[in-house]
């Protein structure tokens, strides 16, 4: 059997992520460069969700490439045509991580301290828990957001940021980087954070076999029930929304938070049901269904289309 070719953005981290799919299914990697990647211009104006998946969906599309590793929180909840996801590996830690100079943590941030996010719905967690702090909107790699944590120059300093735990733990910069993980009992993280979504050609493929062997099915109903959550309320990723699914004895359980943009009120809806062939669904359709009786599309833009912090 030929070599089985996985695309892969040519960032650090996922390089690392694709790296560790190659590793489990003996295949070679294959950088694919995307506009995110390339552009500074906001990724709102980008196209918000899914513009760091189109150039490595148009090359598995293509034929360029026989699979490929996204972060599943980048990819739009709407099924892309003639694609499917053939697996998905099990989770990483799916908590955001606060990386602050000096060891502080969110509680002991000074007054007035400026703390960078690039996401709609962590700026509303901090404005809610902390609405002394200044939200700076910051994008780039990990290794750019950790150098401006205590730097030097003024206008670029800040004393904290905020990233996704897993994105530093898979580049080995979690213990030395993180001065506080943050829960998500009471801070909810984005639709699938931590997973990872490998993504092959609709139809039979040579490498199913192999690729199906790495599908973490408790990985995949979370992460599925968190992103069903989205599509119901036909949210986008700037929507200020965070979700939180997990398994415990034999249920499965689903909670959803929407936040006003600013911080000043949420609405919260959780509900568990036993763990079944269609448990994701059904969650997501009585959390969001609730979530939209509470009156969160007046609470918050949901349809809005930017996107959500890429780390």
């Not at 189109?54 to 293509?62: Q, S």
Request: negative net charge.
């Amino acid at each position: 059997m030929s070599a089985l070719r996985i695309g892969t953005r040519a960032s650090a981290l996922a390089m690392t992520q694709a790296g560790t799919v190659a590793a489990q299914l003996g295949g070679e990697l294959v950088t694919i460069t995307s506009e995110g990647d390339t552009s500074t211009a906001s990724l709102a104006s980008l196209g918000g969700t899914g513009v760091f998946a189109k150039a490595l969906r148009d090359a598995l599309l293509a034929g360029e490439v026989d699979a490929v590793v996204h972060s599943y929180k980048d990819l739009p909840t709407v099924a892309e045509p003639g694609l499917r996801i053939a697996a998905v590996p099990r989770r990483a830690d799916v908590r955001d991580a606060l990386c602050a100079r000096d060891g502080l943590t969110l509680e002991t941030l000074p007054e007035g301290a400026r703390v960078g996010t690039g996401s709609p719905r962590r700026r509303a967690q901090l404005a809610a828990r902390r609405p002394d702090l200044v939200l700076v909107d910051i994008r780039g790699n990990v290794d750019t957001r950790l150098a401006r944590v205590g730097a030097d120059d003024p206008e670029r300093a800040l004393d904290a940021v905020v990233l996704a735990a897993a994105g530093l733990d898979r580049l080995g910069r979690l213990d030395e980087a993180a001065t506080e993980l943050l829960s998500p009992d009471s801070w909810p993280t984005a639709a699938a954070q931590g997973a990872l979504a490998v993504e092959v050609r609709a139809g039979e493929n040579p490498f199913d076999g192999r690729i199906r062997r790495i599908d973490h099915r408790a990985s995949r109903i979370t992460a599925e029930a968190e992103r069903g959550v989205l599509a119901r309320l036909e949210a986008g990723c700037a929507a200020p929304i965070g979700v939180h699914a997990f398994f415990e004895d034999d249920l499965v359980f689903l909670s959803a938070r929407v936040y006003a943009p600013d911080g000043s009120a949420q609405l919260t809806s959780s509900h568990a049901a036993a763990d079944d062939v269609d448990v994701a669904e059904e969650l997501a359709v009585r959390v969001a269904d609730e979530l939209l009786a509470l009156g969160a599309a007046d609470l918050a833009p949901l349809r809005d289309p930017g996107a959500e912090d890429r780390s």
